[in-house]
Antibody, heavy 122, light 107 residues
Framework: QITLKESGPTLVKPTQTLTLTCTFSGFSLSTNAVGVGWIRQSPGKALEWLAL???????RYSPSLKSRLTITKDTSKNQVVLTITKMDPVDTATYFCVHSIEAAGGFKFRYWGQGTLVTASS | DIQMTQSPSSVSASVGDRVTITCRAS??????LAWYQQKPGKAPKLLIY???SLQSGVPSRFSGSGYGTDFTLTISSLQPEDFATYYC?????????FGGGTNVEIK
């Protein structure tokens, strides 16, 4: 059974750095074709893909946020960490971590965490 | 970036209706297209991947079709639990991108 859970602060001040941790179980991030990604959703808005780290440590970022994002993995702890620098009120959103599998048909997000709402406000 | 455009943005339908949602990509993505269902306050749920493959456990009233730039999600007979927002996502090229969503409402 695959599960993912996001953790981190619910409130950050503008200009601060946000650090989110995804703790997962039921799979290994050292397995071929497996990855963990982050997707966010601002209140009332559509989904926005942010970043993905693959089993071979290949990392991909949204170009619009690339300068502010860093994604890392700790395979031994079954964790993936996303940091976002220079937080702004427009970054207020629910942040989801997702299990990714690269297969025929591309990257598939079958398992999602419950999401964590992060508010950027002074 | 590949832009994904969904239409309509909202649709009102009754239980038993056939509902079709379209998704257009700004450039070809082959069959690398997924559909998700999201209910308020919940994480999205994968319905369809590879444009037309039904994810295990998803009811057969959901179907997907299309290739290249034009895709459709069809719900053959709308059920009460299907009222939700639906998103398409291209899975072909980074950055991975989502459509703006289609809200299926009760008529």
């Amino acid at each position: 059974q695959i599960t993912l859970k996001e953790s981190g602060p619910t409130l950050v001040k503008p200009t601060q750095t946000l650090t989110l941790t995804c703790t997962f179980s039921g799979f290994s991030l050292s397995t071929n074709a497996v990855g963990v990604g982050w997707i966010r959703q601002s209140p009332g808005k559509a989904l926005e893909w942010l970043a993905l780290i693959n089993w071979n440590d290949d990392k991909r970022y949204s170009p619009s946020l690339k300068s502010r994002l860093t994604i890392t993995k700790d395979t031994s702890k079954n964790q993936v960490v996303l940091t976002i620098t220079k937080m702004d009120p427009v970054d207020t959103a629910t942040y989801f971590c997702v299990h990714s599998i690269e297969a025929a048909g591309g990257f598939k997000f079958r398992y999602w965490g419950q999401g964590t709402l992060v508010t950027a406000s002074s | 970036d590949i832009q994904m455009t969904q239409s309509p943005s909202s649709v009102s339908a009754s239980v038993g209706d056939r509902v079709t949602i379209t998704c257009r990509a700004s450039q070809g993505v082959g069959s690398y297209l997924a559909w998700y269902q999201q209910k308020p306050g919940k994480a999205p749920k994968l319905l369809i991947y590879a444009a037309s493959s039904l994810q295990s456990g998803v009811p057969s009233r959901f179907s997907g079709s299309g290739y290249g730039t034009d895709f459709t999600l069809t719900i053959s007979s709308l059920q009460p639990e299907d009222f939700a927002t639906y998103y398409c996502q291209q899975a072909n090229t980074f950055p991975l991108t989502f459509g703006g969503g289609t809200n299926v409402e009760i008529k």
